[in-house]
């Protein structure tokens, strides 16, 4: 039962470029959405937040839009480095919701 | 960024043997999590802790585990008989107290189950 999707598994994206990243979810009682980006040996780190009572949340190179009736969110970097690297995941709460439901992350490579 | 802690950043042990992961949350955050990731999946969530007591727990989290503030310091997560399949990362996080807070993670602790 998969609430959380990120249908790609991996993404590579020249440097300077836009990275897109997506997420689907099927809970419609999700209510709150974190994108959080993961290196190889260290714990997941909080990026951008959005909640459902607005479509757009923009935090420097990173925005993300969230499509409540498609229930469809996606992250944007631009433009990208090769810091940016990393595996990305998705998580959803939902109101007053104790934890997050993690999606199983998109693992992004930025080209130099 | 605040900064939670987690002891040992990796443990291994004998299937059948207790493990406890250790974890120093951020001194005002008040909930507190564990998540798990074994190798190649993605992280899932074990339970939610708060005033001296689990809030959620989900089904991964059965009478093997138990978690504890014993010093209103740490945070530990142990685990009773290890399984093999008990071999992952586990994260503990933190947050102040809104449920849409953010919830900072540590570093997290590889458990290797023999």
């Known amino acids: 039962d998969q609430q959380v999707k990120q249908n790609s598994p991996s993404l590579s994206v020249q440097e300077g470029r836009i990275s897109i990243l997506n997420c689907d979810y099927t809970?419609?009682?999700?209510?709150?959405f974190l994108w959080y980006k993961k290196y190889p040996a260290e714990g997941p780190t909080f990026l951008i937040s959005?909640?459902?009572?607005?479509d757009k949340n923009e935090d420097g190179r990173f925005t993300v839009f969230l499509n409540k009736s498609a229930k469809h969110l996606s992250l944007h970097i631009v433009p990208s480095q090769p810091g940016d690297s990393a595996v990305y995941f998705c998580?959803?709460?939902?109101?007053?919701?104790?934890?997050?439901?993690f999606g199983p992350g998109t693992r992004l490579s930025v080209l130099p | 960024e605040p900064e939670v802690t987690q002891t040992p950043s990796h443990q291994v042990t004998q299937m059948g043997q207790e493990v406890i992961l250790r974890c120093v949350p951020i001194?005002?955050?008040?909930?507190f999590y564990w998540y798990r990731q074994i190798l190649g999946q993605k992280v899932e969530f074990l339970v939610s802790f708060y005033n001296n007591e689990i809030s959620e727990k989900s089904e991964i989290f059965d009478d093997q585990f138990s978690v504890e503030r014993p010093d209103g310091s740490n945070f530990t997560l142990k685990i009773r008989s290890t399984k093999l399949e008990d071999s992952a990362m586990y994260f503990c996080?933190?947050?102040?107290?809104?449920?849409?807070?953010?919830?900072?993670f540590g570093p997290g602790t590889r458990l290797t189950v023999l």
């Open positions: 809970n419609s009682m999700f209510d709150y």
């Open positions: 001194s005002n955050h008040l909930y």
């Open positions: 959005i909640s459902s009572i607005k």
């Open positions: 998580a959803a709460s939902e109101i007053d919701g104790q934890n997050f439901v």
């Open positions: 996080a933190a947050r102040r107290a809104a449920s849409t807070d953010t919830q900072y």
